[in-house]
């Protein structure tokens, strides 16, 4: 059996889930499902990121340890996708006994391969705790973090390296061919352009960071929180049989480290690499990023409230092209719901739902197919051209409706006008499977034996 391997960031616990960490996690399990429903062996992993001083400052703050406050954290995370309908194979947490054990294991591999230097030495920068990573004096401005709007940390302590630099000429090469294959292609441009101006040496421990895994070689250290979180795909792959991931799926904030530092490790202990990543863009709402002093974040729940699980899950990835950035609204999700899901989908089910149960109509015939060009969609991460070319068959059927008037029909050429919209309804619904899965499965339902009309799919705003 063909195996299809894919990721999700894991997402930190400092807060909980709102719909950036959501748009990632409802596209992975698309294209997971997708190949599921291709009868590959696909799984899906997620979970969420809980060491380092982020996490540690974020407990703080609320009077709680760490562990307690990453048990409630992680649990939002986990409620949301499960509410959401993600079927992951697996969530992982980084605290999870077996990925500390992995970690352990690699970081000791990198030791004895000679990846690391066998001595710390003195590192200084400027620490962003909010991106957990050093930032160069170019990337701030007016001495702040862009995204985070904090001043960074100076930092001035023995840590151990990885010798990254060494890296560089096999990086090129892979990227370049595409044995790592990042997509967007502009974004593997970017990759390779910055790959150019050279790779320097990184630390990968922290000497003053208690809350995070203890170096098996110096207990005195602790893991780099972005080294030992990317080895969680490894804890599950390699348990599983499944390495290398076939997709790594990201936005474009975390690339970097997906797409150089992690290959850079693996190569380092002689480890398969990933085979794809896929970054795609950053949204905004209403034109602003979203942040907790704007007030303007948004939960899974609040969407899945006003839309339903589906509905959520279809507007997150119909709204904007998936890759370049967006912005969601209020507005354009309730246009967008209205017309496209109360009419265009809702409105023609029940449509040729109402017209079949007048004349005890029964379904005998289940050639449905999933549109192909809906799977070259997918198979490119074109999600919104995907669910365009599903609408497209959605007007098409409704535009014939309207021309034919089949209600003025009499009975055997209105049962032969059903028997054809039922197979494309059922094709409708196929190729819906992977994005909504309910409401596939509840048409689908609908459409077989004797129809009858059901409860509107999708009730209007
Ligand atoms: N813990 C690290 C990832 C480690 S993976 C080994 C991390 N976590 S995070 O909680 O900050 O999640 C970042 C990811 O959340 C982004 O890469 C993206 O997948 C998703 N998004 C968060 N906000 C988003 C938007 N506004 N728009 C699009 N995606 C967003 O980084």
Known sequence: MNKFFATTPIYYVND??????????????????????????????????????????????????????????SEKFKTAWDSLNIDYARFIRTTDEDHVKTARE?????????????????????????????????????????????????????????KLSGYKKDLEQLISSDEIKIRPQSRKNEILGKLKTGLEDISISRASMEWGIPLPFDKGHTAYVWIEALINYYTYGSQENLWPADLHLMAKDILWFHALIWPAILLAIGEKLPKEIFAHGFFTINGQKMSKTIGNVISPSQLIEKYGVDGT????????????????????????????????????????????????????????????????????????????????????????????????????????????SAIKIRSIALSLTPFMPETAE????????????????????
Request: with cysteine; charged share 30%; hydrophobic share 35%.
């Open 313 to 420: 899950r279809y507007l997150l990835l119909a709204a904007f092209p998936f890759g370049e950035d967006g912005d969601f609204s209020w507005e354009e999700l309730d246009k967008l719901y209205n017309a496209n899901l109360a009419n265009g989908l809702g409105n023609l089910v029940a449509r040729v739902a109402k017209l079949a149960e007048k004349v005890n109509f029964e379904v005998t015939q289940t050639t449905e197919i999933f549109d192909p060009l809906v799977e070259e969609k997918l198979t490119e991460f074109k999600f919104n051209e995907a669910l365009a070319t599903i609408w497209q068959d959605i007007a098409a059927l409704d535009k014939k409706i309207n021309e034919i008037q089949p209600w003025k029909l009499e009975e055997t050429k209105l049962k032969e006008f059903l028997s054809s």
């Open 106 to 162: 690699f970081f000791q591999k990198l030791y004895d391969k000679g990846a690391i230097d066998p001595k710390p030495r003195l590192y200084k920068g400027l620490y962003c705790v909010g991106h957990e990573k050093f930032m160069s004096k170019e990337e701030l401005v007016d001495g702040l973090c862009p995204d985070h709007q904090t001043k960074p940390v100076e930092h001035s302590e023995e840590n151990y390296y990885f």
């Open 16 to 73: 909980a889930p709102h719909i950036g960490h959501t748009y990632t996690t409802v596209a992975a399990d698309v294209i997971t499902r997708f190949y599921k429903q291709k009868g590959y062996d696909a799984r899906l992993l997620t979970g969420t990121d809980e060491h380092g001083a982020k996490i540690a400052e974020a407990a703080a703050k609320h009077g709680k340890a760490p562990q307690e406050y990453a048990d409630e954290i």
């Open 442 to 461: 509840k048409i689908l339902k609908q459409f077989s034996d004797q129809i009858k009309s059901g409860s509107p799919l999708f009730p209007r705003k």
